[in-house]
């Protein structure tokens, strides 16, 4: 099993739609979680950290499931360029390491 | 100007051949990394160092060497490439005094290496 699982999509939603999607982890103890955003042939920039009591950002919301290890994404009234590879990412066995997603593929149509 | 730039931004060579790879920051950040990202596969990790005299094996470093030549510089060599270090390769930048552990990293624009 994947440390970081995700659906590699893609996801072809319209716009205006609501998606969401998983991400699930099998280290218990890990303490860090966060969504990166990547563009095509683009570095990976952060979307947002994720916390135990779930965040929200504008149209972003983000959330987390301990007793199940998984996090999730939700994004509202989705626009054109909601359209990348989301990375899930999960804090490791130290402080130093993340653990990368493979990412899943989201594509806003008109 | 970008925080954190890579050179060179595209490069094509051959099996067996050195090949460096340049990163360069100027967010003022202790530690860096190097990561290979491949088709389906998350990023990995191939070394870090969190200051100039300390750098450090990822999960995979083997073919892999770094130098950290300055807090604002940290190069990768491949030191005779073959054909599966073919990737797109990114550096990255944190600071630990923005949260403590697994802070947010910071990427270059990314190499991308082709190995004949």
């Known amino acids: 099993r994947k440390e970081v699982e995700q659906d590699p999509g893609p996801f072809n939603v319209p716009e205006g739609a609501t998606v969401a999607f998983n991400c699930t982890y099998s280290?218990?103890?890990?303490?860090?979680f966060f969504w990166y955003r990547q563009d095509c042939r683009k570095e990976p920039k952060l979307l947002m950290s994720?916390?135990?009591?779930?965040n929200e950002d504008g149209r972003f919301t983000a959330q987390l499931n301990r007793a199940s290890q998984y996090i999730s994404l939700l994004i509202r009234d989705s626009k054109l360029s909601d359209s990348a590879t989301y990375l899930c990412?999960?804090?490791?066995?130290?402080?130093?390491?993340?653990?990368w997603g493979a990412g899943t593929k989201l594509i806003i149509k008109p | 100007d970008a925080d954190v730039t890579q050179t060179p931004r595209n490069r094509i060579t051959k099996t067996g051949k050195r090949i460096m790879l340049e990163c360069s920051q100027t967010?003022?950040?202790?530690?860096m990394y190097w990561y290979r990202q491949d088709p389906g596969l998350g990023l990995r990790l191939i070394y870090y160092?969190?200051?100039?005299?300390?750098?450090n094996k990822g999960e995979i470093s083997d073919g892999y060497s770094v130098s950290r030549q300055a807090q604002a510089k940290f190069s990768l060599s491949l030191e005779s490439a073959i054909p599966n270090q073919t990737a797109l390769y990114f550096c990255?930048?944190?600071?630990?005094?923005?949260?403590?552990?697994?802070?947010?990293?910071?990427f270059g624009p990314g190499t991308r290496l082709l190995v004949l």
């Open positions: 990255a930048t944190s600071d630990p005094g923005e949260g403590g552990n697994q802070e947010t990293q910071y």
């Open positions: 967010k003022g950040h202790d530690r």
């Open positions: 160092s969190f200051d100039v005299k300390d750098i």
């Open positions: 280290n218990s103890a890990s303490q860090s």
């Open positions: 994720v916390y135990s009591s779930g």
């Open positions: 990412v999960v804090g490791g066995y130290s402080n130093y390491q993340l653990i």
